[in-house]
Structures are given as C-alpha cells and as structure tokens.
C-alpha cells in the first residue's frame, strides 16, 4: 500500500470490543443479585474520524445503554471503550472528567435534559464554566455564537426551556454538546420527539454543524428513513448484539442478515405502483434476562437451522467492509 494512500485512511477515533453492560436483578429477603439483563452483549465496532455511524433496532434491542456506556454514564460490565487509541473503559475522576470534553451527548427528551430553574444562556455556558476560567462577558459572546449557528435568536439567551417549541429544544441542547468543542457527539434519537415537519430541519442542521466543526457521530435511531439520511455506515442491533454493520448503501440495497431484510421491508415505499414484499417475523423479541441459546434472533428466523440453535454467530466480514453474524454466511 502507498503512501498516499495511507494518508488518505482516516483513522478511528473510537473502538468498541466486546462490550458487554448488565444490570442486576435484585430479589429476596436480602436483595441479592439473582438475574441480569444483558442490555449489551459482546458488542463491537469502531467510527472513525468525520464518520457518522448509525445504530438502529427495535425499542429495547441495547442501543441507548451502548451509547451511554460509551460515555461512561454506565458503568460497563466487560469489554473495552478506546477513544484516539486509549482505553477508557476503567476511567475515574479526573482523568475521566478530562476525557468527558471530546465526547458529549444530545439526548431524546429535549425538554426533560434541560434544567426548568435555569437561563438558556446558563444551561448552555454551564459546561464551558466547568471546564475554563473565562469572563463573563467572554462566556456570553460565545453562547450567543452558539445560539446563532444552531438558529435561534440571540433574546433566548434570556429565556427558559418551557418557552420554547420541542425543535428549539433541541436546539439549545444541540448547542450545548457543542459548547466545548467535542469531537465525538451521540445523539441519542434526537428527533424522535419531535414533529415529522421539524425533524428534517434539526437532521439537516447536525448535518451542517458535522462540516462546521469536524463532528464524528453515533446516531441512534429507530427509524431507518432517519438514519439512512444522516449516516455513512449503518449497525443493526437486536437484543443487545450487533447483527449486521456495512455501509449505508450496500445494508439497504444488499441487507444479508434475516433481521435486516425485514426491517428494510417495512419501509413505506412512497410509489402506489411499486409493489414491496413486506416480511413480517413471527412471536415477540425474547427477554434479555434469558436470551435464547445460539443465535439470539432463530427464534423468529425464517431460515433457522439446527446450528443456529446451539452456535452463536460471530460478526464477520462476508463482502469488504460488510460485516454480519449468521451462520447463513
């Protein structure tokens, strides 16, 4: 390989491997821990810089816990989180406080994330005071700025969260993951609350910022029109595992794994002459207090073998750059 094209590789700015996060079930007298719920279960994979990653699955499947496991808002069971080739996954204090300026979050809730008590010009100066010493007036300029690029007027400086609309919710707290110049931001459904006229606006906006300030994103979405406009490669989860990862045109045009094929058939096809194959899964997600031996999607898989029953897949490279974890490949 050359040099050039080396140079032009970018580089990851962040690896999973093998990340597990359970939480304990408490019962008894004596509330000893007598179950888990393997929320994530041998998770991995890896963005790199400028990239937008997209993971999606149904409401439950690990892809919130994985985001907030990532930033450390939960603790991780197993595994490893590096970030610019360093491990943080046992990260405390100081050194993780550190670690917490490249990496912030905007979440699902716009309105439940914001502090009612407090000045929109405080929530998004907040971070910026924790982090350096500037002056007030120096403060002000740079939240004004803030406000200004993510398109609200200089006057909701003054105001407080339950003035404004859910989009411009967001938008504050857009602003303020944005306030100390992160370089990786997950946006934890971001639009998912919000009107269908508004969430282009706030999608075309996080797209904007990207170029702006060089952002790396998780996207986390259930919703897979959203995310096939937002990111670069897409990562398919259910029940806390990843099941299929690739980039976002080859996952929609060529989806390999059973559980992707069927979550691209429910996209609504806007052409009434266009006839779509719609596969529809049998019995309900199983509970990841006691996942299913194997393959934890044969029991609703079409294609279920005897294998698929005892042997759980491994996530593997089946075209380039086209990862999936089914013993059909």
Do not use: W
Not at 83 to 109: A, H, P
Not at 245 to 258: F, L, Q, S, W
Not at 262 to 269: E, G, R
């Amino acid at each position: 390989m050359s040099n050039t094209t080396l140079k032009k590789e970018k580089s990851n700015l962040l690896e999973i491997k093998n990340l597990k996060t359970y939480y304990p079930i408490k019962g008894g007298f004596l509330r000893k821990t007598v179950a888990h719920v393997k929320a994530v279960d041998d998770v991995s994979f890896e963005i790199k810089n400028g990239e937008t990653l997209g993971l999606v699955g149904e409401s439950g499947c690990g892809k919130s816990t994985t985001g907030r496991t990532i930033l450390r808002l939960l603790e991780p069971t197993d595994g490893q989180i590096l970030f610019e080739g360093k491990d943080i996954t046992s990260l405390r204090g100081k050194s993780l406080r550190e670690i917490r300026k490249d990496m912030q979050m905007v979440f699902q809730d716009p309105y439940a994330s914001l502090n009612p008590m407090q000045m929109v010009g405080d929530v998004i100066s907040e971070p910026i005071r924790n982090f350096s010493n500037k002056s007030q007036k120096s403060l002000k300029n740079e939240v004004m700025d803030l406000l200004k690029k993510v398109g609200l007027p200089e006057d909701a400086y003054y105001k407080y969260a339950h003035e404004f609309s859910g989009g411009q919710r967001q938008r504050i707290g857009i602003a303020r993951a944005l306030a100390l110049r992160p370089k990786l931001i997950i946006a934890d459904e971001p639009v998912s609350a919000l009107d269908v006229s508004v969430q282009s606006q706030v999608l075309n906006l996080l797209k904007e910022l990207q170029d702006e300030f060089d952002l790396t994103f998780l996207f986390i979405a259930h919703d897979l029109s959203v995310v096939k406009h937002m990111s670069d490669r897409i990562g398919v989860m259910y029940l806390g595992n990843i099941v299929e990862i690739a980039d976002k045109e080859n996952i929609y045009a060529e989806p390999m794994h059973p559980y992707t094929q069927a979550l691209i058939s429910a996209i609504p096809v806007p052409d009434p002459r266009k006839k779509s194959e719609r596969i529809v899964l049998q019995g309900d997600v199983p509970s990841p207090v006691n996942p299913p031996s194997g393959c934890p999607f044969h029991p609703r898989c079409p294609h279920a073998m005897e294998s698929c029953t005892t042997e759980k897949p491994v996530l593997k490279e089946v075209n380039p750059g086209h990862r999936v974890a089914c013993h059909l490949y």
